[in-house]
């Protein structure tokens, strides 16, 4: 009601009132006050310019004022403008009460009305908001009528510019008006009026600097850390415009069960603060607000409240990824009954189940305790859960219900590079499959390129760049450089990141030109080779120089068996482009490859060559024809008996290297042959019609026949000679030994053939043939004692086949000395004879020594001197003589005593 008596008095005189000022006032960041106060006095009217009176200037304050009198009410009135002291919002009433005490020091006054203006920018908004905010002490309400208005033009020499502001008024308490966003300007002309139809109060025009009123905003990212000498460490994050610095200040309360205590102010000009830690358990609030230096400009908002509770213990860090082997430090404040836990009282257990040891433990300040944990192993994931929990406890006794996490890393990833033989590009491949698959990691390959290269220089990891790597399907991430510097170094590592923390794996270094991996050696080819000369056979493997042509090549050759999961056997050659294998079996395929290194370049080895696969051919005809024996079956129907012939497959070293098949030759006379073939069989089957035929098989290849052949005469008339006149077989353990005698002949023995088969099973005759020196010979097959067996030996002349001497039985010898002494079979009757002669001589010593020595003992049966007499203790002295005459003596005594 007062306001619209003052104003309804103003309307009389038809006239505007405003602050006389010279020049125009600037607007700051916090703000100005804009107050009309009215009283009876006059005393109270004096014109303030400028600053204000010495005991107001101590404050920081600038008031300029205007008296206005009514004369019709007899009432004085004052416009004032001031800007105020307080940083915070909620010193603005404060800041009201101190100006009044200055301009009323007593309370004689009828009405005041203050309005106070302050705008602002966003870091990244184009429109302007300012705030009118209404003050009175008495709790007064604008009314409708005298609601603010604000007008701003871009320049102040041209009214036309002029514009109102879009203001959207709260009656009870003020108004928000915003400045069109499409004027751009770096500064503006703002009044504020309070209207009414016949007249207004306008305040003086007033400066806006953009640059000083950026409102930035509010922080993030609040958190607490605890410092190595046991503070609290309070840090946030925010985003700023590029400016010299910012300002902030942070506000602390503490929330305890009955209240929360008055809030406590620091201004920082960093983006973090430090406190003592309190003794108190309470949960203390940290709010932090900020902005720019040197413009002072508008505080941003207070961030959202973060609430650190110590009383159930709190851990710094909370959780840490480390690499294996490493070391790791944490903090520890524990609360226990409302009271913190003194440093020194502070233990440290792991996952409940260890103990760290007291030596590890550090108490930095009254109330904080530390602990380092060292030689970490790689985490083992237990279920859900994927870390090592960190206990701390109060004495070993009690342990806080939280942990810390520890996430411990293997980093030791392994980076190969390899530059293609052009020398155009480089692939590096690394894999994680030792990292442990830990939630939420992911990984990054880094690296960074300079001229320099040297494999101590410190790596500078804060200049790396990021390289995209594609994930292949061996697990394997493979990234790819185009466009490769080939003399500079590259320093490359992978950055694995985890919500706990980033690890690096160590780096590596390398130059694009020393891990040059060059073409695989082209146009292999092999060939087997056969020197009759000095009869060797190998394998000969050739192939083409690789690119880039280099003189000092370093070669590779492996082989093995075609088809086979054998090892390979390796071969290496320096420079020359083709290799004789001589230890590989030629008549064998063989699967070859061939690979390369380019020498005092690199040392990475090409690719393996395509595969490719000898082929068995013949490279002579066959050295020999098999070795072959007849059995022969009576055949009383047709005219002559029926021969088999029956041999055994050439060896590889024989037959050079394959067998097509065999060719029998029969030979009548010198003059009558004829040859078959008979194929690739090991038997055939004739009928002999004539008296005298001689046989040989040959060996066939697809280069020609065998040269040397095996022949084997077969006569009616010599079938009928028994040249063996005896043959014993010894059975010893599962072997045989056949011994026999021959009975002279007049042919020359050229071999013997050996046979033998078991009778009951009726299997198959073997044989084998001996040569004609020897006499016995040891087969070498099983033999079973209860089995019935055949043996055979029949000699074999150059004029045809002798008969056969068969024996069914083993010969009766001790099978133990036969085994242990081949030649017994043959000493065996003389020892026996010995033996004998050598029992009987000494039967006859026997006999004579006792004739001998009872002719010179008289026997005591029939002496009656000599018993009772011991002849053992007769002295060995005595001489013969001296004996025959004591024992004479004792005789003729005796005698004539009897």
């Given at each position: 009601m007062v306001l619209r008596w003052i104003l309804a008095a103003l309307l009389q005189e038809y006239i505007t009132i405003s602050i006389a000022s010279p020049g125009v006032h600037i607007l700051p960041p916090s703000g100005l006050y804009f107050s009309y106060l009215s009283t009876n006095d006059s005393s109270y009217s004096s014109l303030w310019e400028g600053p204000a009176p010495e005991e107001v200037n101590k404050q920081q304050r600038n008031i300029s004022c205007i008296n206005v009198e009514h004369s019709r009410t007899a009432q004085y009135g004052v416009l004032c403008l001031w800007n105020g002291i307080g940083h915070n919002p909620e010193t603005i009433v404060q800041d009201y009460v101190e100006f009044k005490k200055?301009?009323?020091?007593?309370d004689a006054h009828l009405v005041d009305h203050t309005w106070h203006l302050q705008c602002s920018m966003g870091v990244n908004s184009t429109q302007i908001t300012c705030s009118i905010q209404y003050i009175t002490q008495e709790k007064n309400t604008m009314n409708l009528e005298s609601m603010p208005h604000l007008y701003y033009a871009s320049r102040d020499d041209k009214d036309e510019d002029t514009m109102g502001a879009d203001c959207r008024c709260d009656r009870h308490e003020g108004c928000?008006?915003?400045?069109?966003?499409?004027?751009?300007s770096a500064s503006y002309i703002l009044w504020m009026e309070i209207p009414h139809p016949t007249t207004s109060l306008r305040s003086p025009p007033l400066r806006l600097l953009t640059a000083a009123i950026i409102k930035l905003d509010p922080p993030t990212d609040l958190r607490v850390e605890i410092t190595s000498d046991g503070k609290l460490k309070v840090l946030w994050s925010i985003m700023a415009p590029s400016s010299p610095s910012v300002q902030c200040q942070?506000?602390?309360?503490?929330?305890?069960?009955?209240?929360?205590?008055?809030?406590?102010?620091a201004i920082v000009e960093e983006t973090y603060v430090i406190f003592e830690v309190p003794q108190s358990c309470s949960p203390m609030v940290f709010e932090v607000r900020c902005r720019k230096l040197p413009e002072l400009g508008v505080w941003s908002n207070w961030s959202p409240p973060m609430v650190f509770k110590s009383q159930d213990g709190y851990y710094f860090p909370q959780r840490a990824a480390v690499s294996s082997g490493s070391s790791v430090s944490f903090f520890c404040m524990y609360c226990d009954k409302n009271k913190k836990i003194p440093a020194k009282a502070i233990t440290w257990g792991l996952n409940l189940v260890?103990?760290?040891p007291s030596r590890q433990y550090m108490a930095v300040s009254d109330y904080v305790g530390k602990v380092t944990t060292d030689s970490l192993n790689?985490?083992?994931?237990?279920?859900?859960f994927q870390f090592d929990a960190l206990y701390c406890c109060a004495r070993g006794?009690?342990?806080?219900?939280?942990?810390?996490?520890?996430y411990v890393i293997d980093t030791n990833i392994s980076i190969t590079c390899e530059t293609n033989a052009k020398i155009t590009f480089m692939t590096c491949r690394w894999i994680p499959k030792k990292i442990i698959p830990l939630k939420d990691i992911t990984f990054t390959f880094r690296y960074y390129v300079e001229l320099d290269y040297s494999n101590e220089m410190l790596i500078k990891y804060n200049t790396s760049t990021i390289k995209s790597c594609d994930l292949q399907q061996d697990g394997h991430y493979e990234c790819v450089f185009n466009r490769i510097q080939t003399m500079h170094s590259y320093h490359m590592w992978v950055e694995i990141q985890h919500p706990s923390g980033a690890l690096r794996s160590p780096p590596v270094s390398l130059r694009p030109l020393d891990v040059v991996k060059p073409s695989a050696p082209t146009m292999v080819k092999a060939k087997r080779v056969a020197d009759t000369i000095q009869d060797i056979r190998y394998l000969q493997v050739t192939w083409g120089r690789p690119r880039p042509a280099l003189k000092d090549i370093f070669y590779q050759l492996r082989y093995r068996l075609r088809g086979q999961e054998a090892e390979?056997?390796?071969v290496d050659i320096y420079r020359k482009a083709s290799a004789n294998i001589t230890n590989v079996d030629v008549c064998q395929a063989n699967t070859i490859q061939v690979r390369c290194q380019l020498v005092n370049v690199s040392k990475i080895w090409s690719d393996w060559t395509n595969a490719i696969d000898t082929e068995v051919t013949d490279f002579n005809d066959p050295l020999r024809g098999p070795e072959f024996w007849r059995i022969i079956t009576k055949n009383s129907i047709q005219k002559g008996d029926n021969i088999t012939l029956v041999w055994k497959p050439l060896q590889k070293e024989e037959s050079l290297c394959s067998i097509r098949g065999y060719e029998l030759v029969q030979q009548v006379s010198n003059i009558i042959s004829w040859s078959t073939y008979v194929g690739n069989v090991t038997n055939y089957t004739l009928t002999l019609q004539g008296s005298t035929v001689t046989v040989s098989i040959r060996a066939v290849n697809s280069l020609g026949q065998s040269k040397m052949?095996?022949?084997?005469?077969?006569?009616?008339?010599?079938s009928t000679v028994k040249a063996v006149r005896s043959l014993d077989v010894y059975a010893l353990n599962s072997t045989v030994l056949a011994v026999w005698t021959m009975a002279p002949v007049s042919y020359d023995v050229v071999g013997f053939v050996l046979e033998w088969r078991n009778l009951r099973e009726r299997s198959q005759m073997h044989w084998t043939y001996i040569p004609p020196n020897i006499s016995r010979y040891y087969i070498k097959d099983q033999f079973y004692a209860i089995e019935k067996y055949q043996f055979s030996l029949t000699p074999v002349f150059l004029e045809g086949v002798a008969s056969p001497y068969i024996t069914y039985e083993f010969s009766k010898v001790d099978t133990d000395e036969m085994q242990n002494n081949t030649g017994l079979y043959i000493i065996l009757p003389a020892i026996t004879a010995t033996s004998f002669l050598l029992v009987i001589t000494l039967a006859i010593s026997h006999q004579r020594m006792k004739r001998l020595f009872w002719k010179e003992v008289p026997n005591p049966k029939y002496c009656s001197w000599a018993q009772g007499v011991n002849f053992q203790k007769v002295s060995l002295s005595t001489s013969g003589s001296s004996f025959c005459s004591l024992y004479s003596h004792k005789k003729n005594s005796s005698e004539k005593s009897y």
């Open positions: 200055i301009i009323f020091p007593s928000e008006c915003s400045l069109s966003p499409t004027i751009h942070v506000k602390r309360s503490v929330n305890t069960t009955e209240e929360i205590s008055a809030p406590s102010y260890e103990q760290i790689t985490t083992t994931p237990k279920g859900k006794i009690e342990c806080q219900p939280k942990y810390a996490e520890i390979w056997q390796v052949n095996h022949n084997l005469t077969l006569s009616k008339d010599m």
